[in-house]
Antibody, heavy 118, light 114 residues
Framework: QVQLVQSESELKKPGASVKVSCKAS????????INWVRQAPGQGPEWMGW????????TFAQGFTGRFLFSLDTSVSTAYLQISSLKAEDSAVYYC???????????WGQGTLVTVSS | QSALSQPRSVSGSPGQSVTISCTAT???????????VSWYQHHSGKVPKLMIY???KRPSGVPDRFSGSKSGNTASLTISGLQAEDEAVYYC????????????FGGGTKVTVL
């Protein structure tokens, strides 16, 4: 069965960087793009962007440019989200997600809580 | 700025029906139209669950109490025969298409079962 397993929660200081992983299993990794979604406390989800798992091409939503990086290691079917120069407002749950039927997010990772605090 | 507007909350008694609206504003769908609307159920502390895709299609395993529709730039999710376990926050999401291949989420609607 399709699974997306993310790395554990992170506690970081402002200005630091964080790298969240999303390991896929149960399907051919390069057949589906990986999307990243942020959900801040008490807020709705925000689509951050996606990475083409075939080409590595990335697309970022407005508000997620500059400090955000998506990458891949196709040898281990894993996608990564890296955030640099962390700010308190980056504190959120970050999900990786994959489509299933159409333009949707059928499969989700379990989420990674990133807390930025001094 | 692209936006999907949802009511903050709706409520109903067990067995009743509730409908959640999702209105698109300032979204350029390009050649795709408002045809790729999906709905997600989110229980606190859990992972969002896909309930409807492509406006009105149900994934395998989703009860047929959940249905989706669209009129113009407003999509809707209807829950018929409301059950206690339906109490959750529901988010709509649309594929924006055009050249950006982007998605936008609504702000979410809290469904309360009275």
């Amino acid at each position: 069965q399709v699974q997306l397993v993310q790395s554990e929660s992170e506690l970081k200081k402002p200005g630091a960087s964080v790298k969240v992983s999303c390991k896929a299993s149960g399907y051919t990794f390069t057949n589906y793009a990986i999307n990243w979604v942020r959900q801040a406390p008490g807020q709705g989800p925000e689509w951050m962007g996606w990475i083409d798992t075939n080409t590595g091409k990335t697309t970022f939503a407005q508000g997620f440019t500059g400090r955000f990086l998506f990458s891949l290691d196709t040898s281990v079917s894993t996608a990564y989200l890296q955030i640099s120069s962390l700010k308190a407002e980056d504190s959120a749950v970050y999900y990786c997600a994959r489509g299933g039927y159409s333009y949707d997010f059928h499969y989700w990772g379990q989420g990674t809580l990133v807390t930025v605090s001094s | 700025q692209s936006a999907l507007s949802q009511p903050r909350s709706v409520s109903g008694s067990p067995g009743q029906s509730v409908t959640i609206s999702c209105t698109a504003t300032h979204i350029d769908f390009g050649g795709y139209g408002y045809d790729y609307v999906s709905w997600y159920q989110h229980h606190s502390g859990k992972v969002p669950k896909l309930m409807i895709y492509d406006v009105n299609k149900r994934p395998s395993g989703v009860p047929d109490r959940f249905s989706g529709s669209k009129s113009g730039n407003t999509a809707s999710l209807t829950i018929s025969g409301l059950q206690a376990e339906d109490e959750a926050v529901y988010y709509c999401c649309s594929f924006e298409g055009r050249n950006t291949f982007a998605y936008v989420f609504g702000g979410g609607t809290k469904v309360t079962v009275l």
